[in-house]
T-cell receptor, first 112, second 114 residues
Framework: GAGVSQSPRYKVAKRGQDVALRCDPISGHVSLFWYQQALGQGPEFLTYFQNEAQLDKSGLPSDRFFAERPEGSVSTLKIQRTQQEDSAVYLC??????????FGSGTRLTVV | AQSVTQPDIHITVSEGASLELRCNYSYGATPYLFWYVQSPGQGLQLLLKYFSGDTLVQGIKGFEAEFKRSQSSFNLRKPSVHWSDAAEYFCAVGEGQAGTALIFGKGTTLSVSS
C-alpha cells in the first residue's frame, strides 16, 4: 500500500482484557518496528522485525507484550491482561535501508 | 548511552517569524538524524533526514536542518512560520541502516500566534 496502515485507530479495553493491534506495512519493506508513545512523550522502541524474524524485543515492557509477523508482512502486537499503564499510542513503522522510517497513524489504547 | 535532548518543551512564535528548534544527541557511532512532525491524533511525518554529505539538509514544508558534529546538534529551522506548522516536533537518531531502532527526544510543542 501507499503507507503504513494501523488498526484499530482507537481501542478501549477493560483492565485485564487482551488486545491485538494490527500493522500493515508498506509493501516490500523488510523492516518493521513497534513503538509505544505515552502522553506527552516521544515514541519508545518496543520491538523490531526483519521479514518474519523478530530480531530485537528488548523494548517490550513485560511478558504480557507479544508481537508477531508470521509471513513477513502484516504484524500484530498483542497485550495480555491489560493494565492502566499500558494506555498509550502504539505506533508501527516500516523502512528500507538508506531511507527514512514511515510511521502509521497509530492505535490509541485506553485501558479503563 | 545513546540519547536525544530537545531542550525546549514548548515554543510559541508569531506567524511569519523565523523558527529554530534545538536538538542535541549523544551517539557513539556516526549518527543518522531525523526530524518528524506529529499533529494531534496523527502519526509521525518525516520532515527531513541526514545520512551523510552536505550538512545542511532541506526538507518538506520549507524546513531545513543543519548537522553540526562539533556541537552534537541537529537544529531544525524555518524562515517564516505558518499557522499550520503548529504541532509536536520530534528529533530522532539512529544508525540509519534497516534494522536499527530510532531513539527519539521528548518533543517540542510549537504554538503559532497570529
Amino acid at each position: 500500500g501507499a503507507g503504513v496502515s494501523q488498526s484499530p485507530r482507537y481501542k478501549v479495553a477493560k483492565r485485564g482484557q487482551d488486545v491485538a493491534l494490527r500493522c500493515d506495512p508498506i509493501s516490500g519493506h523488510v523492516s518493521l518496528f513497534w513503538y509505544q508513545q505515552a502522553l506527552g512523550q516521544g515514541p519508545e522502541f518496543l520491538t523490531y522485525f526483519q521479514n518474519e524474524a523478530q530480531l530485537d524485543k528488548s523494548g517490550l515492557p513485560s511478558d504480557r507484550f507479544f508481537a508477531e509477523r508470521p509471513e513477513g508482512s502484516v504484524s500484530t502486537l498483542k497485550i495480555q491482561r491489560t493494565q492502566q499503564e499500558d494506555s498509550a499510542v502504539y505506533l508501527c513503522a516500516s523502512s528500507v535501508p538508506g531511507d527514512g522510517y514511515t510511521f502509521g497513524s497509530g492505535t490509541r489504547l485506553t485501558v479503563v | 548511552a545513546q540519547s536525544v535532548t530537545q531542550p525546549d518543551i514548548h515554543i510559541t512564535v508569531s506567524e511569519g517569524a523565523s523558527l529554530e528548534l534545538r536538538c542535541n544527541y549523544s551517539y557513539g557511532a556516526t549518527p543518522y538524524l531525523f526530524w518528524y512532525v506529529q499533529s494531534p491524533g496523527q502519526g509521525l511525518q518525516l520532515l527531513l533526514k541526514y545520512f551523510s554529505g552536505d550538512t545542511l539538509v532541506q526538507g518538506i514544508k520549507g524546513f531545513e536542518a543543519e548537522f553540526k558534529r562539533s556541537q552534537s546538534s541537529f537544529n531544525l529551522r524555518k524562515p517564516s512560520v505558518h499557522w499550520s506548522d503548529a504541532a509536536e516536533y520530534f528529533c530522532a537518531v539512529g544508525e540509519g541502516q534497516a534494522g536499527t531502532a530510532l531513539i527519539f527526544g521528548k518533543g517540542t510543542t510549537l504554538s503559532v500566534s497570529s
